[in-house]
């Protein structure tokens, strides 16, 4: 029986393993490039905003077809402004290229796809490139639902004018993602979560749609349960990513105060890249990391991660790799959205400051809580995220939506 050939198209070549976007698709990678069944190839963007010197990652894609192409994807003060004299979003237009039109149209003509998996909402802009190119089946991988994320920084924003400039950008946003997801184009949409697939639903999409969790490969992650003597906290992401820079700002403004006042000595860890000349508010007893050689590691070392969230969609993707490796978890209702698992159980969930900081503080004072609760988050993690069940699982669900674009009457 022929193997399934899949055509990734990524927005960003997703090197070095520093953040939850590049996390979200090389876990792609792994689970398909390695299955029998797949034959399996890799169309990227590189962009100026994640510049990846390609002789560095050579070695790793030496047994995947692959094609580069770069793009400027630059945020500019100039680029945001002039976007306004468009249609588009912001967001969709920084990464239209007609260089990466030829390459796609170049690398689709030479790997003859069965299936074309686009990576996140700005891909979607190539899909009459893709139609142009082949008759394969065009799937969206739905890395978030991008208006709800924004409309709720919009929420949070307390300049005016910005507020004014991202209220626009999320009607766009919200009226692109409805055309993409209604014009019949698409023949089926994966998501992280059951939030995201019913928001995906809501916005008129009546294709197939596949739940697809995020996975880890749970052999590399080692648990850690017992907590260090003294218990520290930690988050790890980039900061690059405006929800996670206001939700660690709120935390370190609001929460962590009220946790140091029970417990003098606590400490907040802060790993993942930070953009040049952003700093951190300051306040007692946060250490700010940046990037960290191994986040696994990182992770291992510390007690308890906090995940702030206030805004975005998806599924946190350390969430779940802070699960495989034991570790207890605070979060917001937000940023625990994708992760199906029992409040209390398996992590704990608040979204007030008051409630935050009880959570927290609950921890720091029970070093037997931390590994129980640690103990049931790597149970979850075994249960529902490992990589060979839910790559298994996609691959059949994208075999699935092939047969159906073969089988269907020519337009």
């Known amino acids: 029986m022929a193997r399934l050939r899949i055509l990734d198209v990524q927005g960003r070549v997703p090197y070095p393993l520093h953040d939850g976007g590049a996390l979200g698709m090389w876990i792609v990678t792994e689970m398909l490039s390695r299955r029998p069944d797949v034959e399996y190839a890799v169309v990227a963007m590189n962009t100026a905003r994640h510049w990846v010197e390609l002789e560095t990652i050579a070695d790793i894609y030496r047994s995947i077809p692959h094609w580069w192409a770069r793009v400027d994807n630059r945020i500019t003060p100039h680029g945001a402004l002039a976007n306004l004299l ?3 979003p912001y967001h969709i237009s920084r990464f239209v290229s007609p260089a990466f039109a030829e390459l796609l149209t170049s690398a689709i003509r030479s790997f003859r796809p069965d299936v074309v998996l686009l990576q996140g909402l700005p891909l979607t802009h190539y899909v009459p490139v893709i139609r142009s190119a082949t008759d394969a089946a065009i799937v969206y991988h739905a890395h978030n639902v991008e208006y709800r994320i924004w409309q709720r920084l919009v929420a949070a924003e307390s300049n005016r004018l910005k507020r004014l400039y991202l209220a626009e950008q999320v009607r766009r ?12 184009r698409l023949d089926a949409v994966v998501t992280f979560t059951r939030t995201d697939a019913e928001a995906i639903r809501s916005l008129g999409f009546s294709g197939a749609v596949h ?9 590399k992650y080692h648990p850690s349960y017992a907590p260090e003597t003294l218990p520290t906290l930690f988050h790890i992401g980039s900061l690059e990513w405006q929800p996670n820079r206001n939700g660690i700002e709120w935390f370190v403004r609001e929460v ?3 946790v140091r006042r029970e417990f003098p000595a606590a400490e907040f860890h802060v790993a993942g890249f930070l953009p040049e000349r952003y700093r951190l508010p300051t306040s007692a007893g946060v250490v700010v990391h940046g990037r960290v050689p191994d ?8 007690s308890v991660l906090v995940v702030p969230l206030r805004a975005g969609s998806g599924v946190r993707v350390k969430i779940v790799e802070a699960m495989a490796i034991g570790k207890a978890i605070v979060s917001t209702r937000i940023g625990a959205e994708g992760i199906e698992c029992e409040p209390g159980r398996d992590m704990f969930i608040a979204d007030t400051t008051e409630d935050f900081a ?13 590994e129980t609760l640690g103990r049931n988050a790597r149970r979850f993690a075994e249960t529902n995220h490992d990589l060979l069940t839910v790559g298994g699982k996609l691959a059949d669900f994208l075999s ?3 047969a159906r674009r073969r089988s269907a009457p020519a337009a």
Request: proline residues 6%; glycine residues 6%.
């Open 86 to 88: 468009g249609s588009k």
């Open 173 to 184: 946003l919200e009226r692109y993602e409805r055309a993409i997801l209604t014009d019949g």
């Open 211 to 219: 739940v697809k969790p995020f996975a880890v490969p749970l052999e």
């Open 256 to 258: 962590l105060p009220q």
């Open 295 to 302: 986040a696994a590691q990182f992770m291992q070392q510390r």
């Open 358 to 370: 009880r959570c927290v503080c609950r921890l720091l004072g029970d070093r037997d809580a931390i």
């Open 400 to 402: 699935q939506v092939a």
